[in-house]
């Protein structure tokens, strides 16, 4: 595919495979911008319900308008007739590779980033999307903008899952109780350079994790009981949905501990604040 057209651009590199996608970087032929390029699978392509799939999961994507998921640009067919779409091409490194490189975050950086990513799932979840693969390797860390000494936080979107999420968590939402889960993972493992083991390999049924206090002193009372609380073993423990997370997250605030103890905790503690949650992390997921 390197140097061949798609559309109205020119493939350049290629950047990854996927389950059912590879994704390319690329060139528009006249504009000369940069943007990454996914096509549907030769093998799927010729499968109507995967073509349909890949379809109606861009026009969902298209739906979301939120500064930190990526902006889809263009859809069309390849002269073979797969279907591909075109979107914003992200720079900057993803938070797997910051981790290796540098170990945990501190808890201030932690809970950005898991606050920016929260808000953008949310975005996700309201048109019927659902990630499915929330993970360090999905996220990057873009560059900050000119004149600003923070790094960007925005959601880059790929590899996702079309839904229609019920209105109401447990067994009728398994997905969105799951990327719940999974966030909560994230936050963990940016804190701790841990990430917490699935019981047989599903989020709705976990094992309860080490203490993050106890692999990182750093770590907050306050802040260890909100990771705690977002990796509960029952989903039905869990924040109700993702809107409901990233509003924790972006307060600082711990969740509310059982009805029993509400007398002696009316006044909750801050956690460590975060910034505008409109502004900036990419969660790449190539898949």
């Known amino acids: 595919m390197i140097g061949q057209r798609v559309g109205r651009y020119r493939v350049v590199s290629w950047l990854g495979n996927g389950s059912r996608g590879v994704v390319y970087g690329a060139q528009h032929l006249l504009l000369g911008r940069d943007v990454a390029v996914k096509v549907l699978r030769s093998d799927l392509a010729v499968r109507p319900d995967a073509v349909q799939r890949f379809c ?12 930190g998921v990526a902006e889809v640009l263009d859809f069309g067919f390849t002269a073979p007739g797969a279907p591909y779409v075109a979107m914003e091409r992200i720079g900057g490194e993803t938070l797997r590779a910051r981790l290796s490189r540098a170990g945990p975050l501190r808890p201030a950086e932690a809970l950005r980033v898991a606050a920016q990513t ?6 996700l979840h309201a ?21 600003t000494g923070d790094e960007a936080a925005r959601v880059c979107v790929g590899g996702w899952r079309h839904a229609q999420l019920p209105s109401r968590p447990g067994a009728g939402a398994p997905h969105a109780a799951a990327e719940i889960w999974a966030l909560g993972a994230l936050l963990y493992e940016m804190l701790t350079g841990v990430r917490p083991a699935l019981a047989g390999g599903s989020a709705c049924g976990v094992a309860a994790p080490a203490r993050p206090r106890a692999l990182n002193v750093r770590v907050g009372p306050e802040l260890e009981a909100l990771v705690l609380f977002l990796l509960r073993t029952a989903p039905a423990d869990r924040p109700a949905s993702m809107l409901d997370v990233a509003r924790l997250l972006n307060e600082g605030r711990r969740p509310r501990p059982p009805a029993a103890d509400t007398q002696t905790t009316t006044i909750q503690r801050r ?10 992390l990419y969660l790449h997921s190539i898949r």
């Open 127 to 147: 048109q019927g999307i659902v990630h499915c693969d929330v993970r360090a390797e999905r996220v990057w860390l873009a560059p900050p903008p000119a004149g």
């Open 118 to 123: 929260a808000w953008a799932l949310a975005a």
């Open 271 to 280: 956690l460590p604040p975060t910034r505008d949650p409109s502004r900036s």
């Open 56 to 67: 109606d999961e861009v026009k969902a994507l298209c739906r979301v308008s939120h500064p």
